[in-house]
C-alpha cells in the first residue's frame, strides 16, 4: 500500500501536471496572502483605536484558508482525474486488479498518494501565515483549526475523486464528474435559503467554515470523516465488483 502511494506521489512529479497545478496553487494563494496583507496595513490606524481589534490571524489568515478551501475545490477533481480512470485508459487496469494487493490496498495506496500532494499545498499555505510572525503576533490556535480543516477538507475532496474515476475510462469525464459532484455539494448554501434545512448538513465547505472561525465541532470533524470513508468504501467496492467479474 505505503509502495502504491510512494509510485501514485512520483507519477504527480514525474507528469508535467503535477508541478502546474502545484505551481498554480502556490501563485494564487501567494496572490490572496499579498492583497489581504496590504488590506491589514492600510487599515491599521483605524485598528489600533478598536479596543478589541482583529489581528493579522483573522484578516489575512481566515481569508487565505477561506480562498484556498474553494481553489483546492476545483483542482483536487484534476488530480484525482487519472487515479484509476488512466489505469483503464491505458488497458493497465487488469495488470492492477492481477495483483496480490487487495482492493483496500490499492484504493488507500492511491488516497495517501494524493493526499501527500495535497499536505504539501496545505504546509506551505501554512508557512506563508506563519511568515507574520516577523512582523507580530498570532492567533495559532486558529491557525491551527484551519490548517486541520483544509486536511480533513482534502481527504474528503480526494476521496469522492477516487470514486467518480472508478467510474469511467476517460479521465476528463471522471474530472467533470468529481468537479459537479463537489460544487454541487458547495451550492447547497447559495441554493437552499432555510437556514434550519437539512440539507445544509451536507455542505462540505459549511463544515469548513467552522474550523475556518477557528470552533473545532466534533460535528464537522466526524462528517468530513464520515464522508471520506464512505466514498473509499464505495471505490473500494467498485472495484472489488470488477476484480470478481474479471
Not at 490556535?141 to 474515476?165: C, M, T
Request: hydrophobic residues 65%; proline residues 4%; aromatic residues 8%.
Amino acid at each position: 500500500m505505503l509502495a502504491l502511494a510512494a509510485k501514485e506521489l512520483r507519477a504527480l512529479f514525474v507528469a508535467p501536471l503535477g508541478w502546474v497545478v502545484l505551481a498554480l496553487l502556490q501563485i494564487i494563494l501567494a496572490w490572496i496572502f499579498l492583497a489581504r496583507l496590504d488590506v491589514f496595513l492600510q487599515i491599521q490606524p483605524q485598528l489600533s483605536q478598536l479596543p478589541t481589534a482583529p489581528g493579522a490571524t483573522e484578516i489575512i489568515v481566515m481569508p487565505l484558508f477561506a480562498a484556498a478551501a474553494g481553489v483546492l475545490l476545483m483542482a483536487v477533481p484534476l488530480l484525482t482525474m487519472r487515479s484509476i480512470a488512466e489505469e483503464r485508459r491505458q488497458q493497465t487496469m487488469a495488470f492492477l486488479l492481477s495483483s496480490p494487493l487487495s482492493m483496500t490496498a490499492i484504493v488507500l495506496g492511491k488516497f495517501l498518494g494524493l493526499m501527500a500532494f495535497l499536505l504539501i499545498v496545505v504546509a506551505l499555505a501554512g508557512a506563508m501565515s506563519l511568515t507574520l510572525f516577523a512582523g507580530g503576533t498570532m492567533d495559532i490556535g486558529l491557525l491551527l483549526a484551519n490548517l486541520l480543516g483544509l486536511v480533513l477538507l482534502s481527504a474528503s475532496f480526494v476521496a469522492a475523486g477516487i470514486y467518480v474515476s472508478c467510474l469511467t475510462a476517460q479521465p476528463v469525464v471522471a474530472a467533470i464528474g468529481a468537479l459537479a459532484l463537489l460544487v454541487g455539494l458547495a451550492l447547497i448554501d447559495f441554493s437552499v435559503s432555510d437556514p434550519r434545512s437539512p440539507l445544509h448538513v451536507f455542505s462540505l465547505l459549511r463544515h469548513f467554515g467552522g474550523f475556518n472561525k477557528g470552533v473545532l465541532d466534533t460535528a464537522d470533524i466526524a462528517f468530513c470523516l464520515l464522508f471520506a470513508i464512505l466514498f473509499l468504501v464505495l471505490a473500494i467496492r467498485r472495484l472489488h465488483g470488477e476484480r470478481l467479474r474479471g
